[in-house]
């Protein structure tokens, strides 16, 4: 809101800015690149107001002095505006990008011993200690060499995890930019039996305060990338494998005009790929409102993804050790990176730390630090979702081409029973045990991960149990009677 003062004593104590933004007549509306509407309101907030932004591009309204401040920066670098002279010229100027034609999204919830499996898995420490990583880079501004540290030393970090936990399929890969020379991270779990349908899990790793140097950005945005990593670290510890492809992205230089995530959303775009859902995390770690977590309800968010946020919740997290209480806020603008996957077509949603004006309030500033917070059990709550809204989207896949780990199932022998353990789910339909020439000796089908099979009178010697899927995979395992 324009405050209009009258007192000219005043405007003599004002600045220059001030002056020119109580004279609300003098505002114009025009179109310019996104990054320098955003530049100009980060300094000069009461002067610029930007109405809506589009594929990169901005409406704007804003003042004269806001306007003679744009002409000396365009002097060093990027575009000016174009004045217009209404809000709906400057609104039908913006276009928005043709979508390729897109399922609707869809959902079941299918996958609750996962789920419950992998909620007591996800720890607040490991996010607190990801995010204080991410703060003690100084800065993650999107020109800074420490910004650039930053996204190479997580991936790096990731392979080693990775490569411990055996995983050669998943990869973590470095995406370039034009418009910025910070580079943005993507793993990936491809899926198995839907492969070609991507789910994703986003958000921004860099920073910004008005100095530059010093913008520890911990809660905007460490926290959603330690929340995002910690989802994937669980699902690693859980050996998840997906039907679809599982990915994680951390962008770069989404202060400056979501620079990263715009341009891997339109590489998407173009090359056709299928993007079954996209969700943000931006801002996890500051608990400023009466609820827990906040579903942004901005009209470019999908309200079917929406509501199977609002289901999972409804699902697993009504009460008790995992409980999260929800409510639904509005940004107004093209707040953060999901915008760009929604320009582009997809499928978004953004769960959001507060309500819109209960928000951290020390975001792009060097004071937003972790101190502030002092825990990370509200982003916590976030993995937790992040895990629920993963798995029950890109679903389990039930063997097709896995190969199994040693752990997956286990044997013993006693008083003429074998028993077993099996480590996933439903993975096993059928026990059957051979001799070493291969005859049957008995056969049962498997009703649950734990249980036991009488073996009858066995002679001394060797025999192998064998474990089958219904869908052509097996474990034989070998034992002894004695
Ligand atoms: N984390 C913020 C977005 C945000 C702030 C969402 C407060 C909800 C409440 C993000 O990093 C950001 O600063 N976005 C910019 C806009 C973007 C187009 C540069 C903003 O909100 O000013
Ligand atoms: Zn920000």
């Given at each position: 809101m324009i405050k209009r003062i009258?007192?000219?004593?005043?405007l003599l104590a004002l600045p220059a800015s001030a002056l020119f933004g109580?004279?609300?007549?003098?505002f114009f509306y025009a179109t310019m690149d996104l990054g320098s509407a955003q530049e100009l309101y980060e300094e000069f907030p009461d002067d610029i107001t930007i109405v809506r932004a589009v594929s990169g591009q901005a409406a704007v309204y804003m003042s004269p002095f806001a306007a003679h401040k744009l002409h000396d920066n365009i002097l060093t670098h990027g575009p000016g505006y174009v004045y217009m002279p209404s809000r709906t010229a400057a609104l039908s100027e913006l276009k928005p990008l043709q979508a390729a034609a897109k399922s609707s999204f869809t959902y079941t919830l299918t996958e609750s011993s996962l789920v419950e499996q992998a909620l007591?898995?996800?720890s607040a420490a490991n996010i607190e200690a990801r995010i204080l990583n991410l703060q003690s880079y100084g800065t993650r501004y999107h020109n800074r060499g420490a910004a650039t540290d930053a996204v190479y030393d997580l991936k790096t970090e990731l392979e080693a995890e990775i490569t411990a936990a055996g995983r050669d399929d998943i990869s973590v890969r470095i995406v370039n930019h034009t418009g910025t020379p910070m580079p943005s991270l993507v793993v990936t779990i491809p899926g198995a039996s839907l492969a070609d349908e991507y789910v994703i899990l986003g958000g921004h790793i860099d920073s910004t305060a008005p100095d530059r140097d010093n913008a520890p950005g911990a809660d905007d945005n460490a926290s959603g990338i330690a929340t995002i990593m910690e989802v994937f670290r669980v699902l690693l510890e859980m050996d998840y494998r997906p039907k679809r492809t599982v990915e994680f992205m951390a962008f770069a230089a989404?202060?400056?005009?979501?620079v990263g995530s715009f341009e891997i959303a339109q590489e998407y775009n173009n090359a056709g790929t299928d993007v079954y859902a996209y969700v943000q995390m931006d801002?996890?770690?500051?608990?400023?409102?009466?609820?827990?977590i906040y579903l942004m309800t901005d009209p470019y968010i999908s309200s079917e993804l929406n509501d199977f946020m609002f289901d999972l919740m409804d699902t697993y997290n009504a009460s008790g050790e995992h409980a999260i209480s929800y409510g639904t806020s509005i940004c107004n603008y093209g707040c953060s990176d999901h915008f760009s996957w929604a320009q582009n077509g997809f499928d978004v949603a953004f769960p959001f730390e507060a309500s819109f004006s209960g928000r951290n309030p020390n975001i792009h500033t060097s004071g937003d630090t972790y101190s502030v917070s002092g825990t990370a059990n509200h982003a916590l709550k976030f993995a937790k979702l992040g895990l629920e809204y993963i798995l029950e989207s890109a679903k389990n896949d039930l063997l097709s081409t896995r190969d199994f780990g040693r752990q997956a199932v286990q044997i013993g022998v006693s008083n003429s029973q074998l028993s077993y353990q099996l480590?996933?789910?439903?993975?096993?339909?059928k026990l059957s045990v051979f001799n070493v020439i291969g005859q049957q000796i008995t056969t049962a089908t498997i009703d649950n991960p734990q249980g036991t099979l009488s073996l009858g009178s066995l002679k001394s010697g060797v025999y192998i149990a064998v474990f089958e899927s219904s869908r052509g995979g097996s474990v034989a395992k070998k034992f002894v009677i004695n």
């Open positions: 009258t007192l000219l004593a005043l109580q004279v609300e007549s003098n007591p898995l996800a989404e202060e400056i005009g979501l801002m996890t770690n500051y608990n400023g409102s009466a609820n827990d480590g996933t789910q439903g993975e096993f339909q």
